[in-house]
């Protein structure tokens, strides 16, 4: 199983970080280790100084697909979740500084949440709603037609360069409102109104 990561897809989220909108999507990707274990807290690691929370709409691939076309991509995905992709963000400012590449910022083990799943025909995947609270106040909050690209196009886009696989996991990018996590944080992550995910931080 992999984990790809769609950078700026919002472009609010662009803006707040000082990057340029891309004009095609941009992919990163996690090994299985950066999984956050179901029901564990979030430790933030001795690293970083800074850990951001990054909201995002997770699409789990259930069979083989290469070369996919847009028209087409919705029958290579049946359900749904919300994930938080963690950011050492000083760590990944300084690399990207440094011109190198930044895995390590993003990649590390636990820095991946992602909530259970849902079958998407519950769900208008165009105009569909999703939040996130911080100890209780809302800090990121979006709709997917706000996607630059929208998921048939990142899934099209994704499967010229890696074929995808049953299991994979496809986190569709952020909106704006990022932000730094504190130890003992309360992490809720909502979809429309419905909770569907709680993330202790220690």
């Known amino acids: 199983m992999k984990i790809i990561c769609v950078g700026r897809n919002y472009e609010e989220h662009a803006k707040e970080l000082n990057n340029e909108v891309p004009d095609a999507p941009m992919f990163f990707m996690k090994p299985d280790s950066a999984i956050l274990r179901k029901n564990f807290p979030f430790v933030i690691p001795t690293f970083t100084k800074e850990v951001h929370f990054e909201t995002e709409l997770v699409i ?12 087409f991509a919705d029958r290579y995905f049946s359900e749904i979740g ?16 440094k011109r190198f590449p930044w895995e390590i910022a993003k990649a590390f083990d ?7 799943f849902f079958p998407k025909e519950n769900f208008d995947l165009e105009n569909l709603n999703f939040s996130m609270n911080r100890n209780g106040e809302q800090v990121q909050t979006a709709n997917t037609k706000d996607m630059i690209f929208n998921i048939n196009t990142l899934i099209a886009e994704c499967s010229k360069y890696f074929t995808l696989k049953k299991g994979d996991l496809i986190y569709t990018g952020t909106p704006a409102g ?7 944080d309360t992490l809720e992550g909502f979809i429309n109104d ?4 709680e993330v202790k931080v220690l």
């Open 110 to 116: 636990g820095s991946a949440f992602v909530s259970e």
């Open 60 to 71: 789990k691939i259930d069979r083989v697909g290469k070369m996919i076309q847009p028209q």
């Open 82 to 97: 919300l994930g938080i992709d963690f950011t050492a963000r000083d760590v990944q400012q300084e690399l990207k500084e």
């Open 194 to 197: 419905e909770k569907v995910f």
């Open 178 to 184: 990022v932000n730094k996590i504190n130890s003992k």
